[in-house]
């Protein structure tokens, strides 16, 4: 019983762990998504805000933390140049309450 109690609580953890730290890489070839940062928040997939603290950054909802090394990011990133190349558009906003998803369909690239 007591397993099966660990076991479970892993599984919640796990489901819990969202992509928020990100690191911008050089280059497309080493990134997990491609990105594209949208003029207009209605073009985006997700309203991204950054976050100055890292313990800010900790769920699936457009709260990103830059983190200064590759090794402390959960996702590695690439902005491109053009939407038709991005896995991902986004919008950056100065409001924490604008931030989330706008298109759900994208949400698994951050887990």
Same mark, same amino acid.
């Given at each position: =019983?007591?397993? $099966?109690?660990?076991?479970?609580?892993?599984?919640? @953890?796990?489901? @819990?762990? @969202?992509?928020?730290?990100?690191? /911008?890489?050089? &280059?497309? /070839?080493? /990134?997990?998504?491609?990105?594209?940062?949208?003029?207009?928040? !209605? =073009? #985006?997939?997700?309203?991204? *805000?950054?976050?100055?603290?890292? !313990?800010?950054?900790?769920?699936?909802?457009?709260?990103?933390?830059?983190?200064?090394?590759? !090794? =402390? #990011?959960?996702?590695?990133?690439?902005?491109?140049?053009? #939407?038709?190349? #991005?896995?991902?558009?986004?919008? *950056?906003?100065? &409001? $924490?309450?604008? /931030?989330?998803?706008? @298109?759900?369909?994208? $949400?698994?690239?951050?887990?």
């Amino acid at each position: =019983m007591r397993n $099966i109690f660990i076991l479970f609580f892993l599984v919640l @953890n796990v489901l @819990n762990l @969202n992509a928020q730290k990100v690191y /911008s890489v050089n &280059y497309a /070839s080493n /990134s997990d998504i491609k990105v594209f940062v949208c003029k207009y928040e !209605s =073009m #985006a997939d997700l309203v991204v *805000f950054k976050e100055k603290y890292e !313990s800010n950054a900790r769920k699936n909802e457009g709260r990103w933390f830059f983190v200064d090394y590759e !090794s =402390m #990011a959960d996702k590695k990133i690439f902005f491109v140049k053009y #939407a038709s190349q #991005a896995d991902l558009n986004v919008y *950056f906003t100065k &409001y $924490i309450s604008k /931030s989330g998803w706008k @298109n759900r369909e994208k $949400i698994h690239l951050f887990y």
